[in-house]
Structure formats: structure tokens, C-alpha cells
């Protein structure tokens, strides 16, 4: 079973709606990430948290908002979205890692959005 | 720059075969990770394996077997008497230097028939 939970499953939203993505990790895990997947394609990456703080942007469009209220916790704010942002959003945890040292990041079940 | 390549768009066996799935990576970072993931029709992407640029090793677990092999910048999969359950998306990803960012490649649709 995971240890990284991601509510809610699946969302639909207009391009006027405020919604959020939360994403939870019960591994003690310091850095979080949020990643967007489109259909037939591989994840990519979109933000990074490390120690809670934002280490890594990915030059995303400020219609998503990302917050790291604590060390477990992970949101990712949702405003005025298009419909090519419609994919499955996975939320992932790993340690920070020392130096060069990469920790195995493992991911929650992803949340599917639909923007209409 | 980095790079992972999964040639294979789609493999299709039938149940009992072995199957092997190949994965070639690209990068000047003398340290670096290599994962696999797997991917299944319900979305969660399912940590496999990881490996170091400095532990060639050959790995196998149960069915699953990997062959990391420096000289040819290749991390190859083999899944040994597939089964049905065993059909997902597969994905090789890399991570070099001192950076959390996994560069996934294209990834492998597996379907194994019954």
C-alpha cells in the first residue's frame, strides 16, 4: 500500500473555479514534488519542496500555486485553469538527499483533473 | 544533458513468456541513479528498482531481473514468466548530479495476454 495519499481522486472544474490537490506522506519524508502527466506521456516535474521550502519551479504557469504547510503535507492551488491543463497530477515524496546521494522518490495514486 | 530512451513504444507477449524491456541513458554526471517505475492502468506510479552509476551489479527479484551495463549506457529489464498483472506502462528514469529531478524516458506499454 502507499504511503503517499492524494485527495481527491478525480476533480472536474470550469476555467473560473479555485480548487486544490492535496497530497499527504506518512514516510517522514523531507522533500515533496508535484509532477503532471499527460496521457501517453511520462511524468514531469513541476515543483519541488524541500524542508518546505519551494527549491525547484519549473517555470509553471502561476494559475497553479503549490504550499507545504508542513513536512507531510502538500497543496497544490488550482485558479483560472485551461482545459489543456486536464491530466493526472502525482504528488511525490523522497529524503532530500545528501549531496549527490538521490533518494528513491515514491509516489501517491495522482489526482485526475478535468477542466472543462 | 540527460536523456533516457525507451525504444519500445508497446510490447505485446502472451502469458508465461519472458519479456525484456530495454532502456539507454545519456548523461556527463559521473554519479548518477537509475530507476525503473511501473505504471498501471490505475495511474500510481510503483517504485521497482534503483540503482548507482558505481554498482553494476545485476539485481533480481522474484520474476523481475535488471542488467545495468556502464559500457553501453544501458539499464535493461526482464520480467520472467510474465502474467497478466504484470501489464502497465513501464517507465526508466535517471537521476544525475546533485539534483532531485528524475529525467523519466518515454516509457514501455506492456500488454501480457492471457
Known amino acids: 500500500d502507499t504511503e503517499v495519499t492524494q485527495t481527491p481522486k478525480h476533480l472536474v472544474m470550469g476555467m473560473t473555479n479555485k480548487k486544490s490537490l492535496k497530497c499527504e506522506q506518512h514516510m517522514g519524508h523531507r522533500a515533496m514534488y508535484w509532477y503532471k502527466q499527460k496521457a501517453k506521456k511520462p511524468p514531469e516535474l513541476m515543483f519541488v519542496y524541500s524542508y518546505e521550502k519551494l527549491s525547484i519551479n519549473e517555470s509553471v504557469p502561476s494559475r497553479f500555486s503549490p504550499e507545504c504547510p508542513n513536512s507531510s503535507l502538500l497543496n497544490l492551488h488550482l485558479h483560472a485553469l485551461q482545459p489543456e491543463d486536464s491530466a493526472l497530477y502525482l504528488c511525490a515524496s523522497s529524503q532530500p538527499g545528501l549531496a549527490e546521494i538521490q533518494e528513491t522518490q515514491y509516489f501517491g495514486p495522482g489526482t485526475r483533473l478535468l477542466v472543462l | 544533458a540527460q536523456k533516457v530512451t525507451q525504444a519500445q513504444t508497446e510490447i505485446s507477449v502472451v502469458e508465461k513468456e519472458d519479456v525484456t524491456l530495454d532502456c539507454v541513458y545519456e548523461t556527463r554526471d559521473t554519479t548518477y541513479y537509475l530507476f525503473w517505475y511501473k505504471q498501471p492502468p490505475s495511474g500510481e506510479l510503483v517504485f521497482l528498482i534503483r540503482?548507482?552509476?558505481?554498482?553494476?551489479q545485476n539485481e533480481i527479484s522474484g520474476r523481475y531481473s535488471w542488467n545495468f551495463q556502464k559500457s553501453t549506457s544501458s539499464f535493461n529489464f526482464t520480467i520472467t514468466a510474465s502474467q497478466v498483472v504484470d501489464s502497465a506502462v513501464y517507465f526508466c528514469?535517471?537521476?544525475?548530479?546533485?539534483?532531485?529531478?528524475?529525467?523519466f524516458g518515454t516509457g514501455t506499454l506492456l500488454a501480457v495476454q492471457p
Open positions: 540503482r548507482n552509476s558505481f554498482d553494476e
Open positions: 528514469a535517471l537521476v544525475g548530479g546533485a539534483t532531485n529531478k528524475l529525467i
